[in-house]
């Protein structure tokens, strides 16, 4: 069975950095679209950023947008979210996620009917 493995998540303090990273296990990133969302408390999961497979294009929510960074580097089998000047409204349960099956909308990259297969999340906290 296909999954996706995230990593990185921590308790951090306001202004500081994390990085994620998502893996996969049984299956090659390199061809697939990859989607980062999290989900706090009692909220709906958002999008965060999304990266294509194919000459990597990056997309980014208004709210992550200039402090977080998407890449991939595809010889690690790994997609990363580099997370900069973290702020008290970041906090969350971080997911990647990817749609095996068919071909994806890019243009609703912020949809989470676009995947198919999500990860177990890792829990960011930003707390001073």
């Known amino acids: 069975q296909v999954q996706l493995v995230e990593s990185g998540g921590g308790l951090v303090k306001p202004g500081d950095s994390l990085r994620l990273s998502c893996t996969a296990d049984?299956?090659?990133?390199?061809?697939?679209?990859i989607g980062w969302f999290r989900q706090a408390p009692g909220k709906e999961r958002e999008a965060v950023s999304f990266i294509t497979y194919i000459d990597p294009t990056t997309y980014y929510s208004d709210s992550v947008r200039g402090r977080f960074t998407i890449s991939r580097d595809n010889a690690k089998n790994t997609v990363y979210l580099q997370m900069n000047s973290l702020k008290p409204e970041d906090p969350a349960v971080y997911y990647c996620a990817t749609r095996l099956a068919g071909r994806m909308t890019t243009s609703r990259w912020f949809a989470r009917d676009e995947y198919d297969s999500w990860g177990q999340g890792t829990q960011v906290t930003v707390s001073s």
């Open positions: 049984r299956f090659d990133l390199e061809w697939y679209p």
